[in-house]
Nanobody, 126 residues
């Protein structure tokens, strides 16, 4: 599967953005799909994900209640809605796919994702 992320941009603190991940060469509901990010000078960080069969979502504590991940099987896309953005959310955001065999504890880390798309920049100004 190939992944293409879009929707990043510059937004003021408290604002919102919607990121979208379009998949080709495979279907998103056959993978655990995730969004991860990398801030300047930092390691990749898990943000949120959606399980391949149940569609259950899971989030990092830092974004819980502010970010929402959703999947559209008909469009073969996975979106991430970012609300109440903070300057510390500034990062390059990546869409990624992980094996359906991985357990949740693995999926909460970047190691749970084998296929990554190119990133999209999100910048939050204070």
């Amino acid at each position: 599967v190939q992944l293409q992320a879009s929707g990043g941009g510059l937004v003021q603190a408290g604002g919102s953005l919607r990121l979208s991940c379009a998949a080709s060469g495979g279907t998103v509901n056959n993978y655990n799909m995730g969004w991860l990010r990398q801030a300047p000078g930092k390691e990749h960080e898990f943000v949120g994900g959606i399980r391949w069969r149940s569609g259950r979502t899971y989030y990092a504590n830092s974004v819980k209640g502010r970010f929402t991940i959703s999947r559209d099987n008909a469009k073969n896309t996975v979106d991430l809605l970012l609300n109440s953005l903070k300057p510390e959310d500034t990062a390059v955001y990546y869409c990624a796919a992980g094996s359906s065999a991985y357990v949740l504890s693995t999926l909460l880390t970047p190691e749970g994702y084998d296929i990554w798309g190119q990133g999209t920049q999100v910048t939050v100004s204070s």
